[in-house]
Each structure stands twice: as structure tokens, then as C-alpha cells.
């Protein structure tokens, strides 16, 4: 059965205090791994797409990551305004376009 | 307007009423997507259309009823709901259905009384 799981379901950090939230995941047939912002009372907003391990991805303080089996989203020198959910999806092989989705990670950066 | 729109953006309905939400899409994508967003559990696929036909229907009550008019615009029509529908409700769009990444509208939080 497809699956993803992220950990820690939430994180607090100090400003400038970096850190990694991971997604593990199991699927048949890797389409692509996305990772998502989403704020309180929006929709996901839409960081990042990974196709294969080994690859990576970077914008401003966010790097993510992709093994066979996990992905990791590194931020470096968080600030408050980085402070929201962090969704993680796979999308499996076949053509529907159907994503799994993780619980989510709720960071709280403190200045 | 941009990106993908949402109306209404809350909703509270008796169990008894019929309502629709409505989902316009200004990116020219051929994809288009409900999701399902309850408390404390992750997003949900409920149907999945493409070019205006319906690829997929994730075991969804038939209270729920999309459609899809044109590549634009996605509905979903709601009659006797039940408490335990209370949710964001959350459209999207993709280029296409392999790997494209897919694009949030805010959403409508519905509640049921």
C-alpha cells in the first residue's frame, strides 16, 4: 500500500537555529515527490518537485532531498515568516495523478 | 485573476440543503482535482478529472457529485451531507496527470450543521 509519513508532527525553533523535516514514503512506481507550504486559512503552496534519488532542489533557505525511501527538507537560518505546515506527497505510478499526502509538519520559528 | 479560484470561501449548510462549491482554474492546465481536508488527517483525493472527463473517483458517497464543464472550471455539488463532511474542501490544477505538480486554491471551509 502507498504510504508517506512525516516526522516531527511539529517543530519549534529559534530564529536562525536550522534544521530537517523528513517524509518516508513507500510506492509503487516513484511519478514524483512534492513538498508543500500551507499557511492557516490557505490552500498548499507548492515548493518543490523531486523525480529521483540523488536529486535536489533549492530555494532560499529550503533544500530538499530524495533517497529511494525518505525526503528530507532541510531549512538553514529560519526566520518567523517561515513559520507554517510543511505537506509532503507522493504520486505513484499509473495515470490518474492521484497524490499521497503525509500529516504534515507544523514549524514555529521564534524570533 | 491568477492561479487557481475558490467561491464560496466558507459555507455552513443544514443537513437537509443543497449546495455547490464552485472552482476556477486561470493557468491552462488539463487537470483538475478535489481533495478532501479534515482535522488532524492528511489530504484526501476525491476525484480526479481530465479534458473534462472523469479518471478517477476515490470511493467518494454520492452525496458528492462533481463536474467538470469545460477545462476551466470544476463543481462540486453537495446534497444531504452529514456532520462528519465538515472540511476544507480544496481544488487543484496540473499540467497534466503524470508528475506535474499540482496547484492549491484556498479552499471552502464547509460546515455542517
Known amino acids: 500500500e502507498d504510504q508517506v509519513t512525516q516526522s516531527p508532527e511539529a517543530l519549534r525553533l529559534q530564529e536562525g537555529e536550522s534544521s530537517s523535516l523528513n517524509c518516508s514514503y513507500t510506492v509503487s ?3 514524483g515527490l512534492f513538498w508543500y507550504r500551507q499557511d492557516p ?3 498548499p503552496e507548492f515548493l518543490f518537485t ?20 525518505e525526503s528530507f527538507l532541510h531549512i538553514t537560518a529560519p526566520k518567523p515568516e517561515d513559520s507554517a505546515t510543511y505537506l509532503c506527497a507522493v504520486q505513484a505510478g499509473g495515470n490518474t495523478g492521484k497524490l ?12 | 485573476e491568477t492561479g487557481v479560484t475558490q467561491t464560496p470561501r466558507h459555507l455552513v449548510m443544514g443537513m437537509t440543503n443543497k449546495k455547490s462549491l464552485k472552482c476556477e482554474q486561470h493557468l491552462g492546465h488539463n ?11 492528511p489530504l484526501e483525493l476525491m476525484f480526479v478529472y481530465s479534458l ?11 452525496r458528492f457529485s462533481p463536474e467538470c464543464p469545460n477545462s476551466s472550471h470544476l463543481f462540486l455539488h453537495l446534497h444531504t451531507l452529514q ?5 476544507l474542501y480544496l481544488c487543484a490544477s496540473s499540467q497534466d496527470r503524470s508528475g506535474q505538480p499540482q496547484h492549491f486554491g484556498d479552499g471552502t471551509r464547509l460546515s455542517i450543521l
Open chain 1, 100 to 111: 499521497i499526502f503525509g500529516q504534515g509538519t507544523t514549524l514555529q520559528v521564534k524570533p
Open chain 2, 31 to 41: 487537470a483538475m482535482y478535489w481533495y478532501k481536508q479534515s482535522a488532524k488527517k
Open chain 1, 29 to 31: 512506481g516513484l511519478r
Open chain 2, 83 to 87: 456532520p462528519e463532511d465538515s472540511a
Open chain 1, 41 to 43: 486559512g490557505k490552500g
Open chain 2, 52 to 62: 473534462e472527463e472523469r479518471v478517477e473517483n476515490n470511493s467518494v458517497p454520492s
Open chain 1, 50 to 69: 523531486l523525480y529521483s534519488a540523488g536529486e535536489e532542489k533549492e530555494k532560499e533557505r529550503l533544500k530538499a532531498t530524495l533517497t529511494k525511501k
